[in-house]
């Protein structure tokens, strides 16, 4: 019959550590210290013993002992228990074959399959333990330790010393995971003929340390120290790449990671490129109680190779700069900036210093880098945003002089609440003012203010009804305009709108499950013909084209400086099938007919430049639950000649996906980024194992005929250790042509980037 007391003979395990190990096999009344240790029979411990049954003893001076013997010999003052020993403490507990506790002395000894479950989920195994009863002191024969990070600490024997210091008599570490027959060796380990565990600092220290993968040792070195698995950030180097580029030579850089304060860190980079030099890159972070603070950075001088000089300025260094903040100023609004700035366009194309090292703001534009300074407020529905832009331009034909500065641009949304029939009002004022070095300057002020009435109807019926009026006032200078003369002064504009839209969804069951959605849509807007003078500049309104997204909104201009002028009649259908498991169909298909027949104010190109509009289709096929089919069309309404298509299929399958996409455009928008009229690009992941994955991605050009870029990684990532190989192609600039890369990154848990 088992033996279960509650003993109040001092905190005996309220201070049992990680440090508390066990010592060598001696009959359990003994308290001394092995004389020597040999190796440790094995790194990988037994199995972690299980919680007890019963509630944990509250915090006092009591534990609970099961045993099924226990002595108490009231000459020596020793308790002595045999047979499955199971002492627990709150959520600490002892197991041993034998446990005695010497109350003269205060010294406790426990042997024969030593296992200590601590409640930060550490187990220590050892064949035997012996410690104070203060618990500053202990020494442990075979010591084992399984982290709660599952990694692994072992050794020959283990002292535990009054400063908070652990000495390993030859140790080992390795956060790699065990192998199922316990006979092969961890992917990568650490021996040391004396392991100290500082718990004051958190260090693990090494001294003859040797490196081994697979058992084999690879490297040697008299000292070495890393951080403890408990250490989430601490100053040191990260893991190293190393790579190699057609055009630049062999690249390799090893990044520092320096730890300021709780709320503050930093990363310097050296990095070389063989045939150019080197390029220091770095980035800042500063948290605070209401923001943060982001710095980075990356520069190169050019006199090692000798191959660049700014042709304005005769500079040799090159670099780029980037910064971002934001901060909460009250429960409603918050400010911030973004910085975005480098020497020369093809600085970042050639060198790519990486994301940690750019910018990483709210305007990430192709081609453009965009510095801002901004705040913003939100008050329920409404909103109110002022800022300050400047741009930089990476394109070679972008005058730098004839880019705006805007200084600044605002805006204020005010929602009404709904009226008694289910109305509001709706409000937004705008200011705009810019200039540039060679160019039109414009100051604008706008508001738009509208009535807005959704109508539901018994039979189902839906109506969007809305009356507007944009007031507008300009003050330009040298707006060209269409006479080739130049125009400085004010100009203004009232510009009301009316429209109205009719959709009828139907709803019916599927053969075979699932809904079938009809919807046919029709509206009319309603408003002057004109008001688009060529006194007013078009700087926010260049960029539009018909397509499924806006073929029934009533204004298709994505700014201010152009209105949508005359009367039109907007008519189409939006189709959906929901099926069962993830299956559905989705399409959306419209057109749009002038009502006037003068001042068309949309583009050549834009499908909206005729009477007739375009006829515009948006179809999402899903036969699976697995693959997306989409298809994006413009179709001419003359011609019925396509004037842009764009064609995607997306597989995707746990965290494995592809992607295949083709995209048709008659014309260019580079404005937009649109640089590659006729296109195929692929993209895909693929988790091959647990371990393993492979990515990919490629860009073609049809219309030129060759491949513009093309990407390929393997990556291997499990509990202790990654790799990854990259290989990457592109097109960077007509002047350096194509250039291949090849980098190659590893990261080893707790000595590189990934750690507790």
Known sequence: MRER?????????????????????????????????GEPRHLF??????????????????????????????????????????????????????????????????????????????????????????????????????????SRLAGAGMERLPNGRKVITRGVFTPCAACADGDREPLWQIKGRRITHDEVKKDIIYEDATFEVFGVPILYTPYFSHPDPSVKRRSGFLSPKVGYSENYGVITGTPYYAVIS????????????????????????????????????SGLDEDFAGNYEDPATGRRWRGFFASEGRFDLDENWRAGWDVARTTDRAFLRQYKPGGDYGAKGRYQVSNILASDVFAEGFFGRSYVDVQAIAFQSLRDFDDPKKLAKIHPYGTADWVGNRDGIGGNFRVTANVLSLSREAGTDSSRISNLAGYYLPIVTSGGHMFDLAATLQLDGYSVNDVMQSDGTEYSGSVGRAHPRLSAYWHYPLIAPAIGGGSLIVEPIAGVVLSPIGNNPDKIPNEDSRTVELDASNIF??????????????????????????????????????????????????????????????????????????????????????????????????????????????INYERAFPEAGVVRPRSIEGAGVAQVTDNWGVYGQMAYDLKDGNTTEYAAGLLYRDECFGMLIAYSADYIDPRLGRDQTIFVKLWLKYLGDFGG
């Open 5 to 37: 007391l509650l003993l109040s003979v001092g905190p005996i395990l309220l201070g049992v550590t990680l440090a508390t190990g066990a010592l060598a096999q001696t009959p359990p009344t003994a308290a001394e210290r092995p004389k020597a240790w």
């Open 45 to 150: 411990p037994e199995t972690v013993p299980d919680r007890p049954n019963s509630p944990p003893i509250a915090i006092d001076q009591d534990f609970l002992l099961e045993a099924d013997e226990v002595e108490y010999d009231q000459n020596t003052e020793i308790v002595t228990a045999r047979g499955a020993v199971e002492i627990s403490q709150n959520d600490r507990i002892l197991r041993a074959d034998a446990i005695s506790y010497n109350r003269r002395n205060g010294i406790v000894t426990a042997a024969g399959h030593v296992a200590l479950l601590e409640p930060t989920g550490d187990v220590v195994f050892g064949d035997y333990l012996q410690v104070t009863s203060d618990f500053k002191e202990a020494i442990v024969e075979n010591f084992k330790a399984l982290l709660a990070d599952n």
């Open 262 to 297: 709780d709320s503050a860190d930093a990363t310097i980079e050296p990095r070389l490129y063989s045939r150019e030099g080197f390029m220091l890159a770095g980035e800042a972070r500063k948290q605070f109680q209401s923001g943060k603070i982001r710095v980075a950075g």
């Open 553 to 662: 909104s009533p204004n298709r201009f994505s700014g201010r400086d152009r209105v949508d002028n005359g009367s039109r009649f907007d008519y189409g259908a939006k189709f959906s099938f929901v099926g069962t498991e993830g299956r559905g169909i989705s399409a959306t298909v419209g057109q749009s007919q002038r009502l006037s027949t003068d001042s068309n104010a949309y583009p050549v190109g834009s499908g909206l430049e005729g009477k007739s509009s375009d006829l515009v289709g948006n179809f999402v096929v899903t036969p699976v639950s697995w693959l997306d089919l989409a298809y994006r069309v413009r179709i001419d309404q003359a011609t019925y000649r396509t004037e842009r298509e764009e064609l995607s299929a997306t597989v995707t399958h746990g965290l494995s996906g592809f992607s295949l996409s083709y």
